[in-house]
């Protein structure tokens, strides 16, 4: 099983901070979120990992040297030139990730989410499958009935984005992305004929394309997720490593 992990962002909320390091090493509980990250991939059975790489690139990768790469195949997509942001990212990557689906992890999200039962719960007909939940924020998904993804409201200023003329937020079904989701490599052929390159974000993407190609969400039963990447949630993020998980799905020793 194969998986990408977003890195290579510059980490601005979590300034002066990544004004030295890259946000993908900045420590939470002793270690840095890319550790806490590809273990929670390596304890799912995930064996080859991509790191997408820009802010600092060469301390990403010397560090997961020093770590002998976790014990798992781990290979770099390397933006160190131009930042690509998510879209652009996966794309670039592409050579990396053909082959098969694959799933993505934005660095600086720590969760319990059981990646297996994510997986288990996707369909053979998605473009893509995204983890979503009732998270409280003013930015969300929007999903028809059959959660296959229609659209996209923030709830403090009004604004829409669908592919669908009309539709109201009113009526449809509101989740927030969890920054993780798990993509067929049929994505690879839909950015050649709609013509997507450079940099845009996966989002865009998702909201022009999700009318042709289906994308849906997926709601586990119960789910804690941190956005780590501020500076606000670092030591929530810590004592959430400490207290609450299962430090056997991180490949810890308990």
Known sequence: ME???FAAGLGTRLRPVTDTIPKALVPVDGKPLLYHV???LKAAGIDRIVINVHHFPDSVIGYVKEQDSFGVDVRFSDERDFLLDTGGGILHARKLLEGGPFL???VDIISDLDIGWFISRTRPEALASLVVSERKTRRYFLFDDDMRLVGWTDTATGEVRSPYPGL???KCRKYAFAGIHYISDRIFS???EDGWKGRFPIVDFYLKECARYPVYGVV???LTLIDAGKPETLAQAGEFLRNHLNTKEYGKEV
């Open 3 to 5: 998986a990408l992990v």
């Open 38 to 40: 590809v273990s929670k």
């Open 104 to 106: 993505v992890h934005n």
């Open 168 to 170: 109201d937020p009113d």
């Open 190 to 192: 839909v950015f050649d």
């Open 220 to 222: 586990p039963p119960h």
